[in-house]
């Protein structure tokens, strides 16, 4: 039976990647980010703020603000972090990029770790240069128990070839997929958003540095 930790060799630094609008940041996020943090003994688990999302609308607030709201969130929670590098780009938010970019940063044999949930990873097959996304990390799926989807052709052979039943045994750089089992907090950022912007309370579903920040900067109120 692996036990916590025992994924950790040598010197090499055990990286997750953990990208979303954070449109706002919420419990939801940070405490899924900390468990997998906390199983899989990582170093640093990175929260990467999409600047503009290839597959969804607009965020509602500006990159500045959710980038604000997301330092706010992680403050001095190691090893939560915040990684900003794709509000710096003006071009939309590929994993690809942001991939490629953070391992010209690190030693070769640093292991990376791209969280996604189980629907994004059924999406997988529509992204950009997704076939590449493996040579530059491993992808731990986090799968939730009412999970009903199945995954498409294209990605059952890679499953098929590619998955190890226990995340811990993930070894090397990149290369390989697991599973994490986690029943995820029933909130989103949709709901806080409609909340906020009825006037309601958001209280408890963000932590308070965020919503102090939301009504200073009158955030998601109806009328903007
Ligand atoms: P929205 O409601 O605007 O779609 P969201 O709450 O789903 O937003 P995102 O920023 O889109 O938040 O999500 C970023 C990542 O966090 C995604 O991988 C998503 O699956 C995951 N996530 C969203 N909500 C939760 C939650 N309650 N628990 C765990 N993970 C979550």
Redesign the pocket.
């Known amino acids: 039976m692996p036990k916590r930790g025992d994924a950790r060799r040598s010197d090499a630094r055990r990286i997750g990647i953990?990208?979303?609008?954070?449109?706002p940041?919420?419990i939801?996020?940070l405490?899924?980010a900390l468990e997998v943090a906390q199983f899989m003994a990582l170093d640093e688990l990175r929260l990467v703020p999409s600047a503009r999302p290839p597959h969804?609308d607009a965020p509602q607030v500006r990159a500045h603000d959710r980038l604000a709201m997301v330092e706010l969130a992680v403050a001095g929670l190691a090893p939560l972090r915040v990684d900003d590098r794709e509000l710096a780009r003006d071009k939309p938010s590929y994993s690809i990029d942001t991939l490629e970019s953070l391992r010209a940063e690190l030693a070769t044999d640093d292991q990376l770790f791209l969280?996604?949930?189980w629907?994004?990873f059924c999406g997988l097959p529509s992204w950009h240069r997704w076939n590449e996304l493996l040579e530059h990390c491993h992808i731990l799926v986090?799968q939730r128990p009412d999970a009903d989807s199945e995954p498409p052709e294209a990605l059952r052979n890679l499953m098929a070839a590619r998955s190890l039943n226990d995340p811990l045994a993930l070894s090397g750089p990149g290369g390989q997929i697991s599973f994490i089992w986690?029943t995820?907090?029933?909130?989103?950022?949709?709901?806080i958003?409609a909340l906020l912007a009825r006037g309601e309370s958001a209280r408890y579903l963000v932590p308070d540095s965020v919503l102090t920040y939301i009504h200073a900067h009158g955030l998601y109120r109806a009328a903007n």
């Open positions: 953990f990208g979303g609008t954070f449109d940041v919420h939801g996020h405490r899924s969804r969280l996604l949930g629907d994004a986090l986690q995820p907090l029933a909130v989103s950022a949709t709901q958003r």
